[in-house]
């Protein structure tokens, strides 16, 4: 039996959520860039979607298998990896030099959101195999159909980044000195660790 696009469209919106709500790098920078700009979500949601609209089109002409490729996957692991370790280390030795303030993460929230997804090796494998199967699955109602999917999956990361960043900024009166120095080490340490885990996986 043949799936309608508005249903298509509902089960794409619910598993871009389950994907987006997963916990990692994007959490951990939209969490900290929060804490001082309330909005920030957004601008790393539009960040997110600079990289990730190019990626549906690329795969949706057929060129997704190149994400895939063991070369690319390592290539892809290893250099992200770096940056987010780089990323991780800029961001606790600024956390432990100077409280009070978020440092280590570009200073625009979207370059951010430019930065954090493309350099998440998880972020294409991500597209490579279940974002490849929603685009394969939007592809069969043509481009309009593909069109359509984008629309319905961008707003997932928007709304979710979004709340984030709102949650942080209003429950930021709250922190003492202390519990912000340790948000911000959680957060620096989760991209650090991300970071590690991609290097070594690009070896496995």
């Known amino acids: 039996m043949e799936t309608s696009l508005g249903l298509f469209l509902l089960s794409a919106a619910g598993i871009s959520l389950t994907g987006v709500m997963l916990p990692g790098p994007m959490t951990a920078a939209t969490i900290a860039k929060g804490y001082g700009d309330k909005h920030a979500g957004v601008w790393i ?10 990626l549906i089109a690329i795969i949706y002409f057929g060129f997704g298998h190149f994400i895939s490729s063991p070369q690319v996957e390592m290539g892809i692991y290893l250099a992200g990896g770096l940056m987010l370790l780089y990323l ?43 974002g490849a199967a929603l685009v394969t699955g939007a592809a069969k109602f043509g481009l309009a159909g593909v069109i359509l999917f984008t629309i319905v999956h961008l707003p997932c990361d928007l709304a979710w980044s979004e709340f984030l960043s709102v949650s942080t900024f209003k429950s930021r009166r709250w922190w003492t000195q202390k519990v912000q120095k340790i948000v911000f080490s959680v957060c620096a340490s989760i991209l650090a660790g991300f970071g590690v885990w991609f290097c070594l996986s690009a070896f496995l």
């Open 88 to 130: 991780g280390f800029r961001m606790f030795r600024a956390t432990g030099e100077a409280p009070g303030t978020v440092g280590g993460l570009p200073a625009s929230s979207l370059l951010t959101g430019i930065v954090i997804t493309g350099t998440n090796p998880a972020f294409y494998i991500w597209w490579a195999t279940v």
């Open 45 to 54: 949601a539009a960040g997110h979607a600079v990289i990730e609209i190019p």
